[in-house]
């Protein structure tokens, strides 16, 4: 008899019929997602509606910064764009590339709210446009993001982001620079439909993840070319999380066509590897680095642990990602479903 039980029988019968006699369920505490919001593409969303979201970003853009510890940052949207810096040699050409996108979504939505936005983050439909980005409705000078600059480097010349400055990057740097964006539109055929439908063509994770990396994810990228099209620091461009939006989309439509498998699919390594870096540059990560520097030591001292919750190289259900103090950390277990709990929309 092991001991525990000994003093059990001997402290008396009534503590022994208080015992439960089977095990307490694990306490639920997720939240639950019964009516997932509708992310709907910026085409179908009102002249208000967008107002609201475009007014929201302004005032991120024009709003001091908050944490304090993000080399760099003088504004609110600085520190987004920090987050991204930060983690740009975590979270692209690796297995944490969907799902932290998708909580880098989530961190803007909760930024956007501070700054009084009631609405629901819109995405844009790529599919709609493929091949005359230019010509989108989303790049109205009145209703939209403004049009695109007239060379590499060239400021958006109207609309309500004209004239204002992001201070991270480019690179690994911090300089202020207008918010830039560049058009060519003969690599948007590439977010076409059929793109799409092909790089979901795939039937695990370690599939999908390139076909959506490297096909409209990335031709949306070239075509846009926001901040100079430089891959760490693109973010500073509103329009990025529209594009980021339709990328969302296509893992969530993906993983709809076989929740069960999908919903916990997930592989790749949590950081690049050196001899790859970015798929889509050659060279590797030495040689990537001559188009943006090195993170400095003070960039290195608030990067995350790329092995947090996953205690190897390879990404786990249990990853931990981090927006440094925006919002809570999540795992790639809380953020797998759009309507899990820990999320709760889906794409229209
Ligand atoms: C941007 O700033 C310049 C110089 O201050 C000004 O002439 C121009 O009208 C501004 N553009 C917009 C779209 O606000
Ligand atoms: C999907 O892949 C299969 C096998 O590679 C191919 O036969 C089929 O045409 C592809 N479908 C699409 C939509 O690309
Ligand atoms: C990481 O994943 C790859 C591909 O699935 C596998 O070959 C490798 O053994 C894994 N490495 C570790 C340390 O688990
Ligand atoms: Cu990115």
């Given amino acids: 008899m092991k001991p525990t039980s000994f003093f059990l029988l001997t402290a008396g019968a009534s503590v022994v019929t208080a015992l439960p006699k089977k095990p307490c369920p694990p306490r639920d505490d997720t939240p639950k997602c019964e009516k997932p919001e509708k992310r709907q593409s910026w085409h179908d969303i009102t002249n208000d509606e967008r107002k609201a979201y475009t007014d929201a970003a302004v005032c991120l853009l024009t709003s001091p910064q908050k944490l304090n510890k993000l080399p760099g940052a003088q504004t609110r949207w600085d520190e987004l764009v920090s987050l991204h810096q930060i983690h740009a040699l975590q979270i692209h050409t690796t297995g944490q590339f969907l799902p932290y996108h998708r909580y880098y979504l989530k961190t803007l939505e909760f930024l956007l709210r501070e700054c009084g936005y009631k609405g629901v983050l819109p995405y844009w439909d790529e599919t709609r446009d493929a091949g005359s980005f230019s010509k989108s409705v989303i790049f109205d000078p009145v209703t939209g993001f403004g049009g695109g600059g007239a060379a590499q480097g060239g400021c958006v010349p109207d609309g309500p982001f004209a004239n204002l400055t992001v201070n991270i990057g480019p690179g690994f740097g911090s300089e202020p620079r207008c918010v830039n964006r560049k058009f060519t539109d003969f690599f948007s055929d590439q977010t076409g439909a059929d793109y799409v439908a092909a790089a979901l063509n795939n039937t695990d994770y370690a599939g999908v993840l390139p076909g959506i990396y490297a ?41 709809a066509e076989d929740p069960e498998a999908r919903l916990k699919d997930i592989s790749g390594l949590n950081a690049q590897d050196p001899d790859v870096g970015f798929s889509e540059f050659p060279g590797g990560m030495e040689e990537e680095a001559k188009m943006w ?31 440094l103090g925006i919002i809570p950390d999540a795992t790639v277990a809380d953020v797998m479903s759009t309507t899990g709990g820990y999320l709760c929309y889906e794409y229209e």
Avoid: R
Avoid at 229 to 247: A, C, K, Q, R
């Fill in 215 to 255: 096909g409209p994810h990335l031709y949306g990228h070239m075509s846009l070319a926001m901040m100079d099209g430089n891959s760490i620091t693109s973010s500073g461009d509103p329009l990025f999380f529209m594009h980021h939006g339709f990328v969302d989309k296509m893992w969530a439509q993906w993983q």
């Fill in 293 to 323: 520097g090195h993170p400095s030591a003070e960039l290195l001292a608030v990067t995350p642990d790329p092995q947090a919750g996953d205690g190897g190289p390879n990404i786990t259900l249990n990853h931990i990602m981090s927006s």
